[in-house]
Nanobody
Framework: QVQLVESGGGLVQAGGSLRLSCAAS????????MAWFRQPPGNEREFVAR????????YYSASVKDRFTISKNFDTQRLYLQLSALKPEDTAVYYC??????????????????WGQGTQVTVSS
């Protein structure tokens, strides 16, 4: 089992920045492939970014590429998502997730077995 707890959300003006954090426990952090998803109001959960277990490989959705940065910090044992140049359409609940052991770490929610409770990000115009 993997337990995930997100933090760092809040209210920010358009153009601003936030850093989301996800604390992982229950499994060796270095072994975890991890990802961020988000769910805008009234919409389905969507993929944001993913990172390999080593942290050396990352992939982003087109809507956040060049604005958001995903990273694993092995000292703090946390997954981070740095959000920059925020837009009102980035408003959503943000979730960190870990894929099932034998499954792919792709952009599909069904590939992920473990989820945090989410943290709200609201971007005002």
């Amino acid at each position: 089992q993997v337990q995930l707890v997100e933090s760092g959300g809040g209210l920010v003006q358009a153009g601003g920045s936030l850093r989301l954090s996800c604390a992982a426990s229950g499994r060796t952090f270095r072994s975890l492939r991890m990802a961020w998803f988000r769910q805008p109001p009234g919409n389905e959960r969507e993929f944001v970014a993913r990172v390999s277990s080593s942290g050396g490989s990352t992939y982003y959705s087109a809507s956040v590429k060049d604005r958001f940065t995903i990273s694993k910090n092995f000292d703090t044992q946390r997954l981070y998502l740095q959000l920059s140049a925020l837009k009102p359409e980035d408003t959503a609940v943000y979730y960190c997730a870990v894929p099932s052991d034998a499954g792919p770490s792709d952009g599909q929610t069904r590939s992920y077995a473990y989820w945090g409770q989410g943290t709200q990000v609201t971007v005002s115009s």
